[in-house]
């Protein structure tokens, strides 16, 4: 009798804790963290040697670009020549325009450009849930195609419906594609995306 008594005495002391259990309070806190990032790259090829017609605007390439700062984007395009030019030194003047659709700020439209001319510097305006995703930003160029003179706004280019800048009529470096000597002319474009 006196070992069921000791039992007994031992399940109410353990019914009378239960309460002070169920009362206890668990926390867990979890963090996490989001490296600054912005990057950019060509969406459409694989290396950065492209070939273009002469005359037309037309579309050279596609990059995507992405960035999560807090304060948004700055973009910096800067042209290496100023003009396409051949090994000889030969220019033959272009515009060149970068079509943002997602975010029309990181873009700018057609503009003419010279030896020495500036970067191009453009900014998202602030952080955007659709740049920290990735959006896509297509660089047209129009080179000059018959400089001086001919028809269309802005000197003869070879597409009179969107002929760019006046910059082909405004005193070009060189001769228009059209009548430059043979060869190949080359220009280098640099792009940047850095937190604004």
Same mark, same amino acid.
Not at 54 to 79: D, F, H, I, P
Not at 171 to 188: D, K
């Given at each position: ?10 399940? @109410? ?7 002070? @259990? ?5 926390? @867990? ?15 459409? @090829? ?12 037309? *579309? ?13 984007? *700055? ?7 100023? &003009?396409? *030019? ?38 998202? #305006? ?6 920290? &995703? +990735?959006?896509?930003? &297509? ?24 002929? #760019? ?17 043979? +060869? ?13």
């Amino acid at each position: 009798m006196r070992t069921y008594l000791v039992a007994a005495a031992a399940t @109410v002391a353990a019914l009378l804790a239960m309460p002070a @259990v169920s009362s206890a309070q668990t926390n @867990v806190t979890v963090s996490t963290s989001v490296t600054n990032f912005c990057g950019i790259g060509l969406a459409n @090829v694989a290396g950065g040697n492209v070939a273009v017609a002469n005359g037309a605007r037309q *579309k050279v390439t596609t990059l995507r670009m992405s960035c999560n700062s807090a304060t948004g984007a *700055k973009l910096t395009s800067s042209a290496q020549n100023g &003009d396409f *030019k051949s090994p000889a030194g030969v220019l033959i003047n272009y515009d060149w325009d970068l079509s943002v659709p997602e975010i029309a700020s990181l873009g700018f439209a057609p503009v003419d450009t010279w030896p020495g001319s500036p970067a191009i510097v453009t900014n998202s #305006g602030g952080y955007s849930q659709k740049l920290a &995703d +990735g959006i896509y930003a &297509d660089l047209f160029l129009n080179l000059c195609y018959n400089v001086p003179g001919g028809n269309g706004v802005g000197g003869s280019q070879g597409d009179n419906t969107n002929p #760019g800048s006046s910059g082909c009529a405004a005193s070009p470096s060189g001769p228009g594609a059209a009548s430059a000597p043979a +060869g190949t002319y080359t220009e280098v474009f640099t792009f940047s995306l850095d937190p604004a």
